[in-house]
């Protein structure tokens, strides 16, 4: 389930507009797309598996259309196949969903009792399905839109065409992120901004329980009944950070873009009265995936420097598990889209027990962001490739920021962007031609190295797909270095001065053992040449900072590595940007 566009509109042709939208989430991640317009009172659809280009191809863009939706799909239930892609067409109603219906198979079997036949294995059919029954047994749209929060359980974002009605877009959010866009006349339904960016930067966010229609001269939005009023608000970036710039990838521009996003998160909080932690007893940190990796960054600083007690959780572990929270907890969620599911539901159950919630997310107004009690913005722009980087980043810098608040003291950042831009231009082909061609590695590090491994292992699995494990360097000699063979490449980092030679001992065993050591010290650190076969040396900075340099020739690696390998970098396989579903 991944990306959404509709649009209703008297200006623009409804096809180019659709496919645009859809080459614009592209970044999301998805294995088919489809769309459906209307043509002479008809509901037309197309879909194909694979890439939108190929759907394009069957497609004549000079039809005469004003009312169309789209999608780009991830397979969820079912496999990937022009059957299973959307739109979903039954009886009178096609629709497009993002995100799980969780009662799908019990809702099929009711709705099969009453002769309906599917052809896809997909929850989004029997939505559509359901929606059609209750419209065939005489039930007006909005009335139906509004029943489907007792009879839905699950995540959905939905954007429909009723077949008797076709000058409207009617649409439906429930934990799943959908937008409303305008301009004058023309207006578009989307689950990300970037989908529309291109033809304007006014938006209506919606909340959960939002449901209502467009046409081209009203939006009319309902909550329970209820005709709501809205908020438009004006995305301040532009379509260029939507675009390359000259990149051959977006990951790469983005890599480029930390210092700068650094910088303006120091200039943005420099003013600001930033939460005081100290006052907490205990905090927690959750979120998933390179959030989760910069919140274990963030409960290193925390501990290091203030002296509290920090648990990191991955986010669809903690809400199911047993909480111990009070008046007296912080939990800090992490997302940089403000939508991640298991993050958004971790944040409701911490608020049941009447914890202090603080987010740091990217998206402004997103769910997450509208939830928690406090809100840290990290301002890093639109991030358009599936692997973060710049947003994990900024993350860790926020919690810099908060460490040095906390302790009162001035930001000094003297040097520091200077000194990113510098590791950014790392020439490191060397060392890529030998990971290129290898199927398994490992990164290994002590305290906050073995945090920023684990940064470094998920960023070249996930974008180059070789196999990598990061492990904490003491915890070889209980198990795993049974796996090191002659020539396993072995990354490791040490760059905190206290544990460099506790790191070099457990560096000494896997050399012994055959393994090709990449050793990453910074320049602070003496190491001898019989220890690693190639070394990255990074400039020594203050502590507190030392994160934000070590991660960028990780980053840098992961990212060679995937184009020697001539991998899909920006949409890795089988991954989504913006996971909103369980």
């Known amino acids: 389930m991944c990306g959404i566009i509709g649009y209703v509109g008297n200006k623009k042709q409804a096809l180019p507009v659709l496919i645009n939208g859809l080459k614009s989430l592209e970044y999301r991640g998805y294995d088919s797309a489809g769309v459906a317009y209307v043509i002479d009172e008809q509901v037309e659809i197309v879909k194909e598996k694979g890439k939108v280009s190929i759907l394009e191809e069957k497609l004549d863009l000079d039809k005469l259309s004003l009312v169309g939706i789209g999608h780009t799909r991830w397979a969820t239930h079912g496999e990937a196949n022009t059957l299973n892609s959307h739109p979903h067409s039954v009886g009178k109603v096609t629709i497009v969903h993002n995100g799980i219906i969780e009662n799908y198979n019990e809702l099929k079997k009711e709705l099969i009792k009453k002769g309906v036949k599917f052809q896809s294995e997909t929850d989004s059919e029997v939505a559509c399905a359901l929606i059609n029954q209750l419209y065939e047994e005489g039930k007006e749209p909005l009335e139906i839109l509004n029943s489907l929060k007792d009879l839905f359980k699950g995540a959905y974002a939905l954007g429909i065409l009723f077949h008797d009605d076709l000058d409207k877009l009617y649409f439906i959010k429930e934990h799943s992120p959908l937008i409303i866009a305008l301009k004058g006349q023309e207006h578009y339904l989307a689950s990300d901004l970037p989908a529309v960016l291109k033809y304007t930067n006014q938006q209506i966010i919606l909340e959960d329980g939002d449901y209502g229609y467009l046409t081209t001269e009203d939006i009319l939005i309902y909550q329970e009944g209820l005709k709501k009023k809205f908020e438009i608000t004006t995305f301040e970036g532009s379509l260029e950070v939507a675009e390359k710039n000259g990149y051959p990838h977006f990951m790469l521009k983005e890599m480029m873009e930390q210092p700068e996003v650094v910088d303006k998160i120091i200039q943005v909080y420099d003013d600001f009265d930033l939460p005081d932690l100290r006052k907490y007893k205990k905090i927690d940190i959750v979120a998933c995936g390179s959030a989760y990796h910069a919140g274990l960054v963030g409960k290193y600083l925390l501990e290091t420097y203030l002296d509290i007690p920090v648990n990191v959780e991955i986010a669809s572990e903690y809400r199911y598990k047993k909480l111990f929270l009070d008046l007296d907890s912080l939990v800090i969620l992490i997302s940089q889209s403000g939508e991640t599911a298991d993050t958004l539901a971790a944040l409701k159950k911490a608020r049941e027990f009447g914890a202090h919630t603080l987010a740091i997310v990217n998206v402004v107004g997103s769910s997450i962001a509208r939830i928690a009690d406090e809100v840290l913005y990290t301002y890093a722009g639109l991030e358009i490739a599936v692997a973060t980087t710049k947003a994990y980043s900024a993350q860790i810098m926020i919690f810099i920021l908060m460490v040095l608040s906390s302790q009162n003291k001035k930001i000094k950042t003297q040097f520091l962007s200077e000194q990113m831009k510098a590791l950014l231009t790392l020439d490191l082909n060397r060392i890529v031609s030998t990971l290129a061609q290898s199927e398994h590695l490992f990164f ?139």
């Not at 030392?546 to 990212?559: C, D, F, R, V």
């Open 444 to 582: 290994l590090g002590r305290g906050i190295d073995y945090a920023l491994s684990l940064e470094g292992s998920l960023k070249l699995k996930e974008i180059s797909y070789i196999h990598s494990e990061a492990y904490a360097a003491g915890e070889l000699k209980h198990g795993t270095i049974s796996l090191i063979e002659k020539n396993t490449p072995v990354i490791a980092i040490a760059t905190d001065e206290g544990l460099a030679d506790k790191t070099f001992s457990n560096i000494k065993e896997v050399k012994t053992r055959g393994a090709k050591v990449i050793l990453i010290v910074t320049d602070s650190i003496k190491v001898d040449k019989t220890l690693y076969d190639e070394l990255i040396v990074i400039p020594k900075a203050d502590s507190i900072f030392q994160p934000l340099l070590t991660i960028l020739p990780l980053q840098l690696l992961a990212y060679e590595v995937a184009k020697e390998r001539n991998c899909d970098i920006d949409k890795p396989r089988n991954l989504a940007k913006s996971v909103t579903v369980e």
